[in-house]
Nanobody
Framework: QLQLVESGGGLVQPGGSLRLSCAAS????????IGWFRQAPGKEREGLSC????????NYADSVKGRFTISRDNAKNTVYLQMNSLKPEDTAIYYC????????????????WGQGTQVTVSS
């Protein structure tokens, strides 16, 4: 069964950093584009960053560009999201998702989803 599991969330002070991990089980990530999304209470799920299956292409939402970095280690079947200079408005549940195609970094393009990990940025 294809599963994605996010980890690395938690409570961090403004200006701090976290690294999220997205680990796959039941399938290999090599053939999938992976995206990171987040959803804050009362808001739509937002695409943050997506990376192609080989890692050669990636994109970022304006809200995180320059602060977040997506990467993947296919040997470890894991994709990462390094988050720096965190702000209170980054507080949300963060999800990773997989797609066979690397196109738009939007919810509708992604088929397989993890359960999410909570990130809270607060002093």
């Amino acid at each position: 069964q294809l599963q994605l599991v996010e980890s690395g969330g938690g409570l961090v002070q403004p200006g701090g950093s976290l690294r999220l991990s997205c680990a796959a089980s039941g399938f290999t990530l090599d053939y999938y584009a992976i995206g990171w999304f987040r959803q804050a209470p009362g808001k739509e799920r937002e695409g943050l960053s997506c990376i192609s299956s080989g890692g050669g292409s990636s994109n970022y939402a304006d809200s995180v560009k320059g602060r977040f970095t997506i990467s993947r280690d296919n040997a470890k079947n894991t994709v990462y999201l390094q988050m720096n200079s965190l702000k209170p408005e980054d507080t949300a549940i963060y999800y990773c998702a997989a797609s066979r195609l690397f196109r738009l970094c939007v919810r509708a393009e992604y088929d397989y989803w993890g359960q999410g990990t909570q990130v809270t940025v607060s002093s």
